[in-house]
């Protein structure tokens, strides 16, 4: 019910790095894709949240390094523990299709709301310095990245040992 995943245009290149200012200014590598495009893949796919409850309606759209886009949106229960976030269901359309290496994530709310806790520990299974663009229903957007959102945060690498796989 959440959409499919849609392949991309020929546009996205993981390849090509430019350098593109952070809301700090920071200048962080910027793989070439359209981020107008990411926004608008997660935008329709928040058209299609199941959200009666709380009517907090989310898009995500998931660009993998392999050049596709995986979206979801946000799909509640009456039972609330059970509510699945619309990054994590993009994260796992992407994972069960094989794709594992993410580039860029845009997340499309109300208001610009940021990826929750939940969402942002389970990106980070995958990418590290993935590139977050947070835009609201108005068309306003802001880009940061994951380890702006989540700093010092724990993966496979604190488990000492273990595999990723």
Same mark, same amino acid.
């Given at each position: 019910?959440?959409?499919? +995943?849609?392949? &991309?245009?020929? &546009?996205? &290149?993981a390849q090509s790095q430019l350098e593109k200012p952070t809301m700090d200014r920071s200048p962080i590598a910027m793989p070439d894709f359209d981020p107008q495009i990411l926004l608008e893949q +997660? $935008?329709? +796919? $928040?058209?299609?949240a199941y959200a009666p409850y709380s009517r907090y309606r989310v898009g995500a759209a998931l660009l993998g390094r392999s050049g596709r886009i995986y979206t979801g949106c946000n799909v509640e229960n009456a039972v609330y523990p059970l509510c699945t976030c619309a990054e994590r269901t993009a994260v796992v359309k992407a994972v069960s299709e094989g794709e594992r290496e993410f580039?860029?994530?845009? %997340? %499309?709310?109300e208001n610009g709301g940021t990826p929750c806790g939940a969402c942002r520990q389970? !990106? $980070?299974?995958? +990418?590290?310095? !993935?590139i977050i663009l947070i835009g609201?229903?108005?068309g306003h957007w802001r880009q940061t990245t994951l380890g702006q959102l989540l700093p010092e945060s724990f993966s496979a690498a604190d488990l000492g040992g273990g595999s990723t796989e």
């Open positions: 019910m959440c959409g499919r +995943a849609a392949a &991309s245009t020929p &546009s996205f &290149s +997660a $935008r329709e +796919a $928040r058209e299609r580039i860029a994530l845009a %997340v %499309v709310t389970t !990106l $980070r299974e995958f +990418a590290e310095d !993935l609201d229903a108005e």
